[in-house]
């Protein structure tokens, strides 16, 4: 094929199935003789649980099974810290994590208590309220400052307190930055939580087969690798005897990396039964039950000089984690390291206390602590500025890290434990590409006028980078088969992403193909053993370096066997259309089918160490991760009265390397944006003091709708990454992180009000409101 | 979330939905478009025995020309149906301008109007609508029947003068007085969700641009639709300005039963009411003056 199909615009191949309903979701799945589940979950956010009584369950017409903690035997341990923490140098981390089922203690709203099996979910739920739960209620742990006070109650009782993890990083000399400095401004951040809330839920279906030993799990998780290997190892199974696919996923988002109690129970009851079990979350237990993220407190100070250069920055924060830490400490430095964003800054101290509380667990989700980063630099730079009488825009033009200054090392840690180095990186570009996209010229000559006639726009502008495409590694398998058809399998879950299409043009590129002619298969541990999952931006980067790798091999074999043939110099071969031939006679031709079958006898002899048919597995993984960056602008308009916003325009320059498709990547980054616009001003997961959700529905959890969210304009840069051969970054989590950042700037631009200042996310018009008040009638400049 | 388990009877005519409603008590709701019963169901907030569908009942559809001159919505028609009568457009153009802001198209085409109403969610839009225009609402059960204003009807949150085994029927929209002007307003945390706060307006004036009557009917100030009656005085009897409006908002304000929730603070709701009052009291004066 003439047109190399890497960065082509290419349609996504996976949508015609999604968009007619093809697509297989765990849900569409049934079996004979399948049991369906219930799960009875805390309503307390912190009791002590002192009995379970499930008599009244069992006589219940319809339910099979029921189990509580003491029913679950060996099943019964902690499980596993999923990702240990990075070995920075005095840093603490007290590993908590929960049993299948509660026993003892409840410790968070939607604790699982106990799963009832039942003939049909409606008869599960049935006889879920017939479980009698009694407990003791204890005072919750929610605010995280009064987690860590003195007479705190306690999360887990055998702490001496609610610290879960301590860290502290530096680099440089911070104490001196801070003595030459012309300006020190130092404020207070509350990033509030959010949910995921992807719109398929978690499931988990399981099927044990006694005649071939053999377990089968569906399931909705973006790692099915290590949930084999966990499932593996919990059942004293090898792995080869346990299955599991990840079929088709309406979204992952982070927490859908976890390994959670239903995942391990779910197979269990499969294998106790010996009958398919199908558990399927709804809306109302994903609210709880599910990972959330988000809830930092940053106490944070920078030092700048006269020129508005940063001489340093020094953060102390809390962290929420939740009632336990399965996911160590990714989110807190994901937030501790993504801070530093595209910016030189010379010295830097910062260090973090992760708090236990009770709540739901806090893992990532996209962007995974970096908006919390972004978020606390942003905001310091646009204080900075405004004290200094410098532009936002024009103060991060003074800070950024020269495009000759990479590979760039900040001398700390990041999350995949290698030290945080910028691969490359060219960011003043992406800065002029998105204020001249954006008007910002015109729009600072107007906003007086508009102002003049009672109108309040305004704009914000930051930049913002992220870490991506970490280790360790994936794999990919390229095989031609008989009949032509080309089959790539990856280890990574898809959950909408466009993995069927992206890892097909790279696999088209080597054998001439179109991407439609490649078939993709992702999540089915039977079709690749290796491999951890999708997460932290990484799927194209990894899986897409490794499924290049695999398919160069197969190009390889593909051009030696069709140059034998043809009696022809390897370079002379060319591959177009699903055919090889001879450079100049392409009516001479072979099928990629026919070279398959070639490559494949089945009498005769071979030459010693041939390897049967045209087929390679490749691993790849990465030093360490790329940095992508860019820049979002976007203008706002408010109503000084009502405290509404309404975003009238959102720009996004970005660089996430050389880009496989730019139709996936702007994609991509329109999700992430919306993300962000939700998580800014309309998403928030409400506590009250007890620990309850006062939000859990989608009544009072706003995600922002194709109404809220404006048209998004993209232009890309492409900076390289030397870290793959294809150049590559991620982009998965891109378009959420500074969006927090980019509304604050432009709600104060619009307002323009002394003494207003957006120091808290999520927003909404009240509490804009209530702070505009709070100026108003104390408008002392800060 | 799956409901508990009920029955389901379907009701074909009005006479055999009340029939069913007698003999199950307090123990039955009527299905109309299920826009919030069936999440109450699933969320086993509502137990009914039973479910009285009455979605196949002919005479409870459709939107005709009231003896008196006004018009009367039988009380199944479809909120979107409402929303694009002629009859509705020509005679209560404050429903026309209130329906986009209830919900979305979606809800609009399931939800009934008798179904809002008789919920009473005190942040729909629909009774404070009918409070404003001075609707009436037709009750029936098995043996009674009667006729109640809107301002009768709607007792409180969630709460109406419904009885046991009544069912509501249809309203009745008076004709519009001339000279007459509306407008809606409200604030919303998305399009198509529930009002943080809204307000109805209509305003009466003479020849002279004086104001002889106003209604003012807030949406989710607390305890369900509101009307500001001494904010709506203020405005007899003098043409409405700006400063009259700003002085109808600021008692609207003092006035109104303002509580918080996850999405506004009582001082939030109290400053939606000024603002909107004002808005809307503008807006409806500068119709009617307009209008013949």
New interface residues.
Partial sequence: MSTRQFGQRVLRTEDPRLLRGEALFIDDLSFPDMLHVAIVRSMHAHARLLRVDVAGVRAHPGVTAVYTADDLGALMKPGPVLVPPPPIPGSTFNARTQTPLAKGKLRFVGEPIAVIVASSRYVAEDAAELVVVDADPIDAVVDLDAALAPNAPLVHDDLPSNMAAHVAQRRGDYAKARESAARVIQRRFRYDRGAAAAIENRGVIANWDARTSELTVWDTTQAPIPVRNALASSFSLSESQVRVIAPYIGGGFGPKIMFYPEELLIPWIAMQLGRPIKWIEDRSENFVGTTQEREQIHDAEIAVDKDGRILGIRDSFLHDTGAYDPYGLTVPINAQCTLLGPYEVPAYESEFTVVFTNKTIVTPVRGAGRQHGVFVMERLLDFAAKELGLTAVEIRRRNYIPPNAFPYNYEILYQDMAPLTYDSGNYQPALEQAIKLVEYDRFVEEQPKLRAEGRHLGIGVVSYVEGTGIGPYEGARVRVDPNGSVTLATGVGTQGQGHFTSFAQIVADQLGLAPTDVRVVTGDTREMHWGTGTFASRGAVVAGSATHAAAMRVREKVVRLASELFEAAPDDIVLDGGRAYVRGSPSRAISLGELAQKANPLRGAVRPGTEPGLEATSYFGPERGSTANGVHAMVVEVDPETANVRILRYVVAHDCGNVINPLIVEGQIHGGVALGIGNAFYEKLSYDGNGQLTSASFMDYLLPTALEVPPIETVHIETPSPLNPLGMKGVGEAGAIPVAAAFAQAVENALARPGFEILEIPLSPSRLYELLEAARQEPRAR | ?????FEYHVADSVDQALSLLADYGDEAKPLAGGQSLIPLLN??LARPAALIDLNHIDALQGITRAPDGGIRVAAMTRQRALERNALVRQFAPLVVETMPHVAHPQIRNRGTVGGSLAHAEPAAELPAVMITLGARLHLRSKRTERWLTADEFFTGLFATALQTGELLTTVEIPAVPERTGYAFEE?A??????A?LGVAASVTVDETGVCRDARITLVNPGAGAERMQRAASSLVGRPIDDAAARAAGEIAAADLTATGD????P??RR??AR??TRRTLLRAYDRGRASR
């Avoid at chain 2, 979330?1 to 388990?5: D, E, L, R, S």
């Avoid at chain 2, 996850?262 to 603070?265: E, I, K, L, M, N």
């Fill in positions: 979330m799956k409901p508990p388990p969320f086993r604030v945390r998305r399009h198509g969700d529930f943080l996850v999405h506004a603070s001082a939030y400053q939606l603002v909107l």
